[in-house]
């Protein structure tokens, strides 16, 4: 069975840092692109960063770029996403999601992701 669990949220205060986990299994994780999604209350589900199935090639949206690292530990099926320098406005609910992808780049719209994970709370206040 296919699947995909988020860990490593919390609370935490402006400037501070988190990882990020994900754990997959049930699936050939190697040919599989992952994505790291947020959604604030009331807001849309926003990509934030993807990386390739080889781990080669990584995207960031710009409101990230600088302060989170996305990375890949393909013998643990784990994909990561460090965050550093957090702002309040990074508090959401963070998903990791797969599509099959062998090659190329990846992407940062939901729509196109065909398995998500339950979600780990992120909240940054003082």
């Known amino acids: 069975q296919l699947q995909l669990v988020e860990s490593g949220g919390g609370l935490v205060q402006p400037g501070g840092s988190l990882r990020l986990s994900c754990a997959a299994s049930?699936?050939?994780?190697?040919?599989?692109?992952i994505g790291w999604f947020r959604q604030a209350p009331g807001k849309e589900r926003e990509g934030v960063s993807c990386?390739?199935?080889?781990?080669?090639?990584?995207n960031y949206a710009d409101s990230v770029k600088g302060r989170f690292t996305i990375s890949r530990d393909n013998t643990k099926n784990t994909v990561y996403l460090q965050i550093n320098s957090l702002k309040p406005e990074d508090t959401a609910v963070y998903y990791c999601?797969?599509?099959?992808?062998?090659?190329?780049?990846?992407?940062?719209?939901?729509?196109?992701?065909?398995?998500w994970g339950q979600g780990t709370q992120v909240t940054v206040s003082s």
């Open positions: 999601a797969a599509i099959q992808k062998l090659f190329g780049l990846c992407v940062l719209k939901a729509t196109e992701y065909y398995y």
């Open positions: 049930g699936f050939t994780f190697d040919y599989y692109a």
């Open positions: 990386i390739s199935a080889s781990g080669s090639t990584t």
